[in-house]
């Protein structure tokens, strides 16, 4: 399994980015995919996740209804539109995948992409 995190970019508060996770080397039914983030100092923080079958969305409670996770299973992608950006968002994100449910602790996910760096300006 490869994970190829993109889409991370300088961005002033209240804007806008999509970040993208190009996903290969197997069928993703079945697996939850994730993403992560790691601000400097920080530990590695769940953000969101889907289930790839279903499209069942799971979101950390600081960033419901600011992000918004989906896949598109014909390009093995999945996408994390994030809106209304904060400073507090700034981190390097990270996309993971793993057979079975969603987890939201970060070792339970066997697969990772390189990380992509969120910079909000305030």
């Known amino acids: 399994v490869q994970l190829q995190a993109s889409g991370g970019g300088l961005v002033q508060a209240g804007g806008s980015l999509r970040l993208s996770c190009a996903a290969s080397?197997?069928?993703?039914?079945?697996?939850?995919m994730a993403w992560f983030r790691q601000a400097p100092g920080e530990e590695r923080e769940f953000v969101a996740a889907?289930?790839?079958?279903?499209?069942?969305?799971y979101y950390a409670d600081s960033v419901k209804g600011r992000f918004a996770i989906s896949r598109d299973s014909a390009l093995y992608t999945v996408y994390l539109q994030m809106d209304s950006l904060k400073p507090e968002d700034t981190a390097l994100y990270y996309c993971?995948?793993?057979?079975?449910?969603?987890?939201?602790?970060?070792?339970?996910?066997?697969?990772w992409g390189q990380g992509t760096l969120v910079t909000v300006s305030s």
């Open positions: 889907i289930y790839w079958t279903t499209g069942y969305q």
């Open positions: 080397g197997r069928s993703f039914s079945g697996y939850a």
């Open positions: 993971a995948a793993r057979p079975g449910s969603i987890m939201t602790g970060s070792r339970a996910y066997a697969y």
